[in-house]
């Protein structure tokens, strides 16, 4: 699509109301409360164990369930999501369980081989079984047995009310049995949404732990009169937030909460972009080829013995960390990278289509400062900085991948990607320099000789 399309006169309404986010964030700070003061409150109610604050990997995974829960109540009683006519649910037309129990167990079938695919991966890839990895595998086993057995009656359920039940799971399932003809099309969305999943979700879980103890275990009394350390607190409960309600996202794939993967990325450009993020295929971090740490330091370092200007970088880095973490507060239950879950319109989208990708990476400029180097180096210098603007070139690389996917998918999306180009506070400015560029860059109109 043209970014000259014409643009609708207003932007079109999000998929994902601002009250979904926020009921998270509700949960997750009840909890974290819980958790500092538990001390106290087991003292209060006489519980039995030991006097300390819950800091531990278990409490932090029990805060996905004080967060995902209000949201889940929010979705369903507030916005009524199940009722909408994206789920692929007609709840006024349930059919015979007789009627759809052959679909159910094919899709049962397809839905389990998919399952078997990605614990035998865990099996067989390295990583997973080193680090904080151990503790997602861990988690992740001792789910298995409830999700294949919940998987039955979940599955009999919604195939009664699903307008069509023969989706992506199915269409596997067909092709496995070799009963009934399948789509191969279907079967490689399907498996692409779940290649999603699996990658995510373990990843997601193995950094849950760190980031909690961090700011359950903080001391607040000494933290207050050091911009620096203060600073870095309040952007360590930011990502934990974006950590935390961004593994809701990642486990809440469910079509009742209109939920559901529409569909994963189609293009490999998409997966190579978002994958040399994450580990194990990262490429920034230390020792990458996109490593942009050697003989560098942080702001706090450079900027010492600066007291003024060390609160204004340090509320600056803050600023941007909020924005970050309120990018995927606003996605709600809808978080993931590389899928289709929807279109989100508000919160920080309204002012830019990539606010996390833009607030992340002036965050590492200025965090970083690669300008500088500890061993004084002009080498050092043009090293660093050369690579930090290649890791955000990476980050513009993925926004456009991302976009092309999202385009492709739904009008309502080309509508609002129109509609920011020309009206969106600083996506307008980046189109119109760049159509100043373009039109610098072409000939001048040809003239007739005289």
């Known amino acids: 699509m043209s970014e000259r399309q014409q643009a609708p006169a207003t932007r079109p309404v999000s998929d994902v109301s601002a009250g979904v986010g926020l009921s998270g964030l509700f949960g997750l700070f009840l909890w974290i409360a819980i958790c500092r003061n538990w001390p106290a409150i087991a003292d209060f109610f006489a519980f039995p164990g030991p006097r300390a604050p819950m800091s531990g990997a278990y409490a932090a995974l029990l805060t996905l369930v004080f ?9 369903v009683l507030v916005d009524k999501v199940h009722r909408r006519a994206s789920t692929g649910l007609d709840w006024t037309k349930p059919r015979r369980l007789s009627d759809t129990v052959d679909v159910s167990i094919t899709k049962l079938a397809g ?15 390295r990583w997973y079984w080193r680090d904080n990895y151990l503790f997602a595998m861990e988690v992740i086993g001792v789910a298995a047995v409830p999700m294949f057995v919940l998987s039955v009656p979940y599955v009999l359920w919604l195939d009664r009310v699903q307008v069509e039940p023969r989706d992506g799971a199915w269409h596997f399932g067909a092709m496995l049995i070799g009963r009934e003809p399948c789509d ?24 849950l732990p760190g980031g909690f103890r961090g700011i359950v275990e903080a001391d607040l009394a000494t933290i207050p009169a050091d911009p620096v350390r203060l600073s870095w607190s309040l952007i360590e409960l930011l990502f934990l937030i974006d950590v935390q309600i961004g593994t809701v996202g990642y486990l809440l794939t469910f079509k009742p909460l209109d939920a559901q993967i529409r569909s994963a990325n189609p293009y490999l450009a998409g997966w190579v972009a978002a994958l040399m993020c994450y580990p194990p295929f990262i490429l920034m971090g230390e020792g990458g080829p996109l490593s942009y740490h050697e003989n560098a330091a942080d702001w706090g370092i ?9 609160w204004v970088w340090g509320a600056v880095l803050v600023f ?4 970050y973490a309120w990018a995927t507060v606003a996605f709600g239950m809808r978080f ?94 980046f189109t119109r320099l760049g159509r100043k560029l373009r039109q610098r860059g072409m000939p001048q109109q040809m003239q007739p000789a005289e």
């Open 111 to 125: 839905l389990w081989a998919t399952w078997a695919i990605i614990g035998f991966v865990y099996c067989v890839a």
């Open 184 to 207: 191969f099309a279907e079967v490689k969305r399907h498996l692409l949404a779940w290649t999603v999943k699996g990658f995510f979700c373990a990843f997601m879980i193995s950094i």
């Open 67 to 75: 967060t995902g829960t209000p949201m889940i109540l929010w979705s």
């Open 336 to 429: 993931s990278n590389l899928t289709y879950r929807g279109v989100l319109t508000n919160g920080p989208y309204r002012f830019t289509r990539h606010p996390a990708y833009l607030s992340k990476n002036l965050f590492w400029w200025l965090s970083t400062l690669p300008f500088f180097a500890t061993t004084g180096a002009l080498t050092d210098v043009v090293r660093n900085t050369t690579i930090m603007a290649l890791v955000s070139a990476v980050y513009f690389w993925r926004a456009k991948t991302e976009e092309k996917h999202l385009l492709a998918e739904d009008p309502k999306y080309r509508a609002y990607h129109a509609w920011m180009s020309e009206n969106a506070l600083i996506t307008r400015s």
């Open 320 to 323: 941007l960390t909020a924005v």
């Open 302 to 310: 450079w900027l010492q013995g600066h007291t003024a200007l060390l």
